[in-house]
């Protein structure tokens, strides 16, 4: 059986654990792929850093094109991250016939349709499953396991980061600030946790999921996002004396082959399967209307689940090059693409506002709503202990998004109002 021939691009946390794997379930991996499976060259930055694992040095090189010109490697294994020049990488090993398998999601989100086509050009497999929720096989099940369904809604936490925060900040009380820091010394975090925080690397992974789910080429700009920094303690607490939880949840809906994608923290009620996903686990829930309701829960990141989703796509390749098959994949695109506008996007909301405690007030309040038909499920008025406003909390029917936001807009105008202190979109 002659090997095939591995070329790691990265050797950081997730490269460790493909080195892991790869050499730890040999016998298994050659027994699934009918070919043992040689990292033959692993190219980083720094080949005098200090690894984890022993490595031969000769496997080191710091020269991206020593692998990708390398006629004797058949598969790139890309973890190194970035974009410009990982796509420059990856394009030219698919040039030379290279197969190649990825955990990068701001790449696949970016220019994932222009990979896959390169790839289908040149008869190679490109495959994805650890750029979105690491060590879940959702991938690979959005493309196979729903392939008889017609999904409608898929709802992810898909950022393990921000979860982990909002936990802390839900079961301990923990600051934003503090617990931030902690999930930067942890590890969760992005190198800069922007991309965490303020939503943008749950909307790459919901482009992917979306993508995928609904056959329509999404891209990041049609996800609506709105990350986690604006969220506080007090929301929190309401939340929950609701019972609700806050999670930053992407969430895509399709209706009549119209369809929404968003990522925001919600308020999701506290029976919902969702709702229980703590910690830094990831979850992608996911409605088709054969099926129902199902929900992929797991380890969303670090460096044994994630290549656990990497090397597994290895064995795929291998598969398909025993098969003669490789690139042969159906687009997973085919559906027109046709977006949802805000008077088209429906849920329940939560709003949050602080008043003048004075008579007529809600009234006034509550003939806004009903001038926009905005109907309302739940008012509650309270006085605030700390100063001589009061606090009326909403939830709304569900209302579509364009009316919900000239209602938010005439309430700023409103002298009664003092602040409009934070909305939420309602699930479950
Ligand atoms: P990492 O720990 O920062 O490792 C990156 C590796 O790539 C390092 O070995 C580094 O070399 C090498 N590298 C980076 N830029 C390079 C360049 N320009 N030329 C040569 N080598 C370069 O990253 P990671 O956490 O393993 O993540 C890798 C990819 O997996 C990213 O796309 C990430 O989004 C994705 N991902 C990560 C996780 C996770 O849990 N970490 C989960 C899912 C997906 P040196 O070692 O010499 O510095
Ligand atoms: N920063 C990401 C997260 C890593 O927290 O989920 C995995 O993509």
Request: aromatic share 6%.
């Amino acid at each position: 059986m002659k090997p095939v021939k591995v070329g790691l691009l990265g050797l950081g946390t997730v490269g460790t654990g493909v080195v892991r794997i790869v050499e730890g379930h040999q016998d298994d991996l050659r027994s699934q792929s009918g070919s043992p499976i040689v990292i033959e060259k692993i190219l980083v930055q720094n080949r005098e850093k200090a690894r984890s694992i022993t490595i031969e040095p000769s496997k080191l090189t710091e020269d991206p094109y020593e692998i990708i010109q390398d006629p004797e490697i058949d598969v790139i294994v890309e973890v190194m991250g970035g974009v410009q020049q990982t796509k420059e990488y990856i394009l030219e090993a698919l040039a030379r016939g290279k197969h190649v398998v990825t955990a990068n999601k701001d790449l696949m989100a970016m220019h994932g349709p222009e990979i896959l086509r390169k790839a289908q050009e040149q008869r190679c497999d490109v495959f994805y499953e650890a750029s979105v929720a690491g060590g879940i096989p959702i991938i690979r099940t959005l493309i196979d396991g729903f392939s008889s369904d017609r999904i409608t809604k898929i709802m992810g936490i898909v950022n393990g980061t921000t979860n982990y925060m909002l936990t802390k900040m839900t079961q301990e009380g923990v600051s934003y600030d503090d617990v931030l820091k902690e999930a930067q010394l942890l590890g969760y975090a992005e190198a800069d946790p922007t991309s965490d925080v303020e939503g943008l690397d749950a909307a790459r992974k919901m482009t992917i999921l979306s993508t995928l789910g609904f056959r329509a080429d999404v891209a990041l700009e049609d996800v609506s996002t709105k990350g986690m920094t604006g969220v506080s303690k007090e929301d929190i607490l309401y939340a929950n004396r609701l019972g609700y939880v806050l999670k930053l949840l992407g969430i895509a809906e399709r209706q009549d082959d119209q369809f929404s994608i968003s990522v925001q923290p919600t308020m999701v009620k506290n029976t919902h399967p969702i709702a229980s996903v703590n910690g830094v686990y990831n979850a992608v829930y996911v409605y088709g209307e054969a099926v129902g309701e199902t929900m992929f829960y797991g380890a969303g990141a670090g460096e044994l689940p994630t290549a656990t989703s990497i090397v597994a796509d290895l064995v795929a390749v291998v598969r398909n090059l025993k098969l003669g098959v490789n690139g042969l994949q159906q687009t997973p695109v085919y559906k027109e693409k046709k977006l949802k506008t805000d008077e088209q996007i429906s849920s329940k909301y939560f709003i949050l506002l602080h008043v003048e405690d004075r008579a007529g007030v809600l009234a006034q309040i509550t003939q806004i709503f009903a001038s926009h038909e905005v109907s309302l499920e739940s008012v509650l008025q309270q006085p605030n202990e700390s100063n001589p406003e009061a606090e009326i909390i909403i939830i709304t029917h569900d209302a579509n998004k364009a009316a919900v936001d000239r209602v938010l807009d005439q309430f700023r105008t409103l002298g009664v109002i003092r602040k409009v202190k934070s909305v939420y979109r309602v699930e479950g």
